[in-house]
């Protein structure tokens, strides 16, 4: 941590940004409804700059907020898995085999039953493969926010994220093509692939890339310090990145956010539902399997939060960026931050179970 970025940090090591997370993200979901109602026509301009399915501006800022965080991630730090292996086999059995499945059933139960005497069935359809795409994203870039919000283990951390990105540049387009065929909904496999490099790929090897310049011929102490060092300095990019896309997905979304809060509410229950319920699993499961809280609470909050930057991109590029399965993603922006915040202050609160391990 340099000097500036100390004199910036909360207690426990929480930057400004990350203490007032929810404002941010709150100025920036209003600030792109409002956008969207009196300037129309900016975000019909943005629509515009699309090259083979992909928005271009909602990647430059994709790009500009993952890029930061991907440098964090030491891949040498799996080597380490072996050691305390509890946390990390949590984090991987909740992402990738209970969350993307319990996902889906929730949504066809909720969209194709519940409320299908609401909706119509081609948007029933949008909606799911929306929910779909966001509960086959798990966490990566929020990852590092919600593990200092509870005083983390910061170098285990770093071995989550490591495997779950790596696990996720094969696992993650297979997952969602299987689960949106299941459900009858068709996958262009080349959108989806092609997504998946721009929005994973790129920004990993990116961040290897420039971890592994920031770090040659120097100590571990002296790479650790450079890589930081590099990353406050940076890390505006990503606040912009994250807030611009915030402001441009409201944008898009405004209008329908406003005038169907009914559809919002609908979209919104499988969603809230699977978030708790998913936190309950990985958190109840790390405290049954005597975890200690500084890794118990950061698997169970990887395990619940998502990459919705990968998800948003990824179905605005299969569907379209008005699309359903578009604003079920953005819904999932509307209630990620709120819902997660709540999770970590239940965490820290209850911190005192996982007391001696």
Not at 320 to 339: D, I, K, R, Y
Request: charged share 10%.
């Amino acid at each position: 941590m340099t000097d500036a970025t100390a004199k910036d940090a909360a207690p426990g090591g929480i930057g400004f940004f990350e203490k007032w997370l929810s404002v941010w993200v709150a100025m920036g979901m209003a600030g792109g409804i409002a956008l969207g109602v009196i300037v129309p026509e900016l975000f019909a301009w943005l629509a515009g700059f699309e090259y083979a399915s992909v928005n271009l501006a909602i990647a430059v800022l994709i790009w500009a907020m993952v890029w930061p965080m991907m440098i964090q991630i030491d891949f040498a730090s799996l080597t380490r898995v072996g050691e305390r292996p509890k946390g990390l086999i949590i984090t991987l059995v909740v992402n990738w085999l209970v969350k993307p499945f319990s996902m889906a059933l929730l949504g066809v139960l909720f969209f194709e039953h519940v409320f299908a005497p609401w909706l119509q069935p081609e948007d029933a359809q949008q909606y799911l493969a929306g929910v779909i795409i966001l509960g086959a994203a798990p966490c990566t870039a929020m990852v590092f926010v919600w593990s200092q919000l509870t005083r983390g283990d910061a170098n285990y951390t770093l071995v989550q994220v490591a495997a779950n990105d790596l696990i996720m540049v094969v696992a993650f387009a297979p997952i969602v093509a299987l689960l949106l065929g299941v459900t009858d909904i068709t996958v262009p496999w080349d959108t989806l692939l092609l997504s998946v490099g721009l929005y994973v790929v790129i920004p990993l090897i990116a961040g290897w890339l420039t971890r592994k310049a920031l770090s040659r011929g120097k100590s571990a102490e002296a790479a650790d310090k450079a890589v930081g060092d590099f990353t406050a300095l940076i890390k505006p990019a990503s606040i912009i990145g994250l807030i611009g896309t915030v402001i441009i997905l409201f944008g898009f979304q405004g209008e329908t956010i406003l005038t169907q809060p009914i559809t919002i509410a609908i979209i919104a229950t499988p969603l809230l539902i699977q978030t708790y319920g998913i936190f309950a699993i990985a958190y109840g499961a790390a405290w049954l399997w005597k975890t200690p809280f500084n890794i118990a609470a950061p698997c169970a909050l990887i395990g619940t939060s998502n990459f919705f930057e990968l998800a948003v991109a990824v179905a605005i590029s299969l569907f379209g960026l008005n699309s359903g399965a578009a604003l079920a993603t953005v819904v999932g922006v509307l209630v990620e931050v709120p819902v997660m915040l709540s999770l970590v202050a239940f965490a820290n609160r209850t911190q005192g179970w996982f007391a001696g391990r």
